[in-house]
């Protein structure tokens, strides 16, 4: 059983360009977080998804940044126009339901760097 | 929302000795408190966790400890080894929202 899979792996780009960052939860998993580590600091919770619905964005961005989880395919975060604040590594996690005592299990993460 | 405070941000240990690292929260209803290693450019990994009807739970050489009505949180690490080096983060759920420490350097020396 494949973990939680992230690409990709590291992403560079130019103030001003758009970041897409992709994330396939485990087998079995419809919940999907994503979470925002920058250097040094902890993780911070983005935004939680099931199929097709965003239930909490209560830690993204207003402006620039939206997430989704299609009925088919991975799960997307999209950075619009990146600035330099935004470079920092993205993790996504899955869960086989709603995380109250169960495991959240992480992807190995997208590093962005924005120069 | 949730607030996890994590403290000491950084520890020194001589190999052998034992690491202890504390956490409190503010969220009352928080009932599921699990522990994240995490290694330098990996993903953070579930080590133990505790849940809110338990005080104490062990697995070989770590062990947490939660007091609810202190609301603190505790991980210990008996007889550390060098591969235990690494950034540890205590978090606290309530429903589903993970809320994390700022991290604690663990950093054992030979």
């Known amino acids: 059983n494949a973990g939680v899979m992230q690409n990709p792996r590291h992403l560079v780009r130019r103030r001003g360009q758009e970041a897409r960052l992709r994330c396939s939860p485990m087998?079995?998993?419809?919940?999907v977080y994503w979470y925002r580590q920058l250097p040094e600091e902890g993780l911070k919770f983005m935004v939680y998804?099931?199929?097709?619905?965003?239930?909490?964005e209560s830690g993204m961005p207003k402006e620039r940044f939206s997430a989704e989880f299609p009925k088919e395919g991975p799960s997307i975060l999209r950075i619009q126009q990146v600035v330099r604040g935004d470079s920092a590594a993205y993790f996504c996690?899955?869960?086989?339901?709603?995380?109250?005592?169960?495991?959240?299990?992480f992807g190995p993460g997208t590093r962005l760097t924005v120069l | 929302g949730e607030n996890v405070e994590q403290h000491p941000s950084t520890l020194s240990v001589q190999e052998g000795d034992s690491a202890v690292i504390k956490c409190t929260y503010s969220?009352?209803?928080?009932?599921?408190f699990p522990w994240y290693k995490q290694e330098l450019g990996k993903r953070p990994q579930l080590i133990i966790d505790?849940?809110?009807?338990?005080g104490e739970k062990k697995d070989q050489r770590i062990a947490v400890t939660l007091n609810k009505t202190a609301k603190h949180f505790s991980l210990h690490i008996t007889e550390t080894q060098p591969e235990d080096s690494a950034v540890y983060f205590c978090?606290?759920?309530?429903?589903?929202?993970?809320?994390f420490g700022a991290g604690t350097t663990v950093t054992v020396r030979a």
């Open positions: 996690a899955s869960s086989p339901g709603q995380s109250s005592y169960n495991e959240q299990f």
């Open positions: 087998k079995g998993h419809s919940h």
């Open positions: 998804l099931q199929k097709e619905n965003i239930i909490d």
């Open positions: 969220d009352s209803a928080s009932n599921y």
């Open positions: 505790i849940r809110s009807n338990v």
């Open positions: 978090a606290a759920i309530n429903d589903y929202k993970l809320s």
